[in-house]
């Protein structure tokens, strides 16, 4: 059964930073690309980056790109966002999803973990 | 910005609902890589269609998608009251990147 655990989530000011990372399990990790997607509040669904399955290649979303970077590690099953100067709008709950394909150019996702919120607040 | 869907929908028990997912040239009209993603209230969401018209496996044979042009569809012919969830389009786009649908509510009488 493939499991998609997340964490790093919490409650962050203005500015800061934060990394989160995702725990994956019952599945060949390094064959497969992965993607990050972000939920606000209420909101909809927001793809923010894609890495294909050896890490090279990586796509960014442009609301995103510049202030966050996706990175994996295929020894030990895990995806990693590292977000630097959030703001406000960056609240939401993240989740983590397996894509179809090794990748990385977003295609569809048939796992998503159960997410990790975030909150950016003074 | 995302694609474009109708914030609601509702039917009754049996009756057949559609869901539009509007997009561009530049996404759902160029590539086949429209998805539909399903999510109940506080879940996470679930891939329900793939490619356009595709189920994985384990999806009730009840979805079905399509695509004309710009616009993608999924279709329920015969709702179920576990049917009641938001619904999200996705397409990949020509940036590489992939862009959701607002999302639809869909509420079963």
């Known amino acids: 059964e493939v499991q998609l655990l997340e964490s790093g989530g919490s409650l962050v000011q203005p500015g800061e930073s934060l990394r989160l990372s995702c725990a994956a399990s019952?599945?060949?990790?390094?064959?497969?690309?992965m993607s990050w997607v972000r939920q606000a509040p209420g909101m909809g669904l927001e793809w923010l980056s894609g890495?294909?399955?050896?890490?090279?290649?990586?796509f960014y979303a442009d609301s995103v790109r510049g202030r966050f970077t996706i990175s994996r590690d295929n020894s030990n099953n895990r995806l990693y966002l590292q977000m630097a100067n959030l703001r406000a709008e960056d609240t939401a709950m993240y989740y983590c999803?397996?894509?179809?394909?090794?990748?990385?150019?977003?295609?569809?996702?048939?796992?998503w973990g159960q997410g990790t919120r975030v909150t950016v607040s003074s | 910005s995302a694609l474009t869907q109708p914030a609601s929908v509702s039917g009754s028990p049996g009756q057949s609902i559609t869901i539009s997912c509007t997009g561009t040239s530049s996404d759902v009209g160029a590539y086949n890589f429209v998805s539909w993603y399903q999510q109940h209230p506080g879940k996470a969401p679930k891939l329900i269609i793939f490619n356009v018209n595709n189920r994985p496996s384990g999806v009730s044979n009840r979805f079905f998608g399509s695509k004309s042009g710009n616009t993608a569809s999924l279709t329920i012919p015969i709702l179920q009251a576990e049917d009641e969830a938001d619904y999200y389009c996705s397409s990949y786009t020509s940036s590489s990147t992939l862009r959701f649908g607002g999302g639809t509510k869909l509420t079963v009488l």
């Open positions: 999803v397996k894509d179809d394909n090794k990748y990385g150019d977003p295609n569809f996702f048939d796992n």
């Open positions: 019952g599945f060949t990790f390094r064959n497969y690309a």
């Open positions: 890495i294909g399955d050896s890490g090279v290649t990586t």
